[in-house]
Nanobody, 124 residues
């Protein structure tokens, strides 16, 4: 069983930055793939970024590539999402998720555990 708790969301102006954190419980954290997803009002949850268990592989949605960076600290059981150059279209609830397999994937159904989410609002 893995519990995930996101933090770091908030209100920011367009062009600003935020860093989201996701703290995980569980002994096997370092063996999990970790991902960030988001869900805007009236829209389906979508993939944002993912990082493999050994940090050797990352994957990003085209909409955030070059602006967002996913990283992890296995010693702290934490995954981060650094978001720069935020746009109003980035407004959503951001969720972290873990997958028991080591390779990242964009498929929501491939992730086994989910956090409760943190709200990010970008004003124009």
């Amino acid at each position: 069983q893995v519990q995930l708790v996101e933090s770091g969301g908030g209100l920011v102006q367009a062009g600003g930055s935020l860093r989201l954190s996701c703290a995980a419980s569980g002994r096997a954290f370092s063996s999990y793939t970790l991902g960030w997803f988001r869900q805007a009002p009236g829209k389906e949850r979508e993939f944002v970024a993912a990082i493999s268990s050994n940090e050797g592989s990352t994957s990003y949605a085209d909409s955030v590539k070059g602006r967002f960076t996913i990283s992890r600290d296995n010693a702290k059981n934490t995954v981060y999402l650094q978001m720069n150059g935020l746009k109003p279209d980035d407004t959503a609830i951001y969720y972290c998720a873990s997958r028991v397999f080591p390779t990242p994937t964009r498929s929501l159904s491939s992730y086994n555990y989910w956090g409760q989410g943190t709200q990010v609002t970008v004003s124009s």
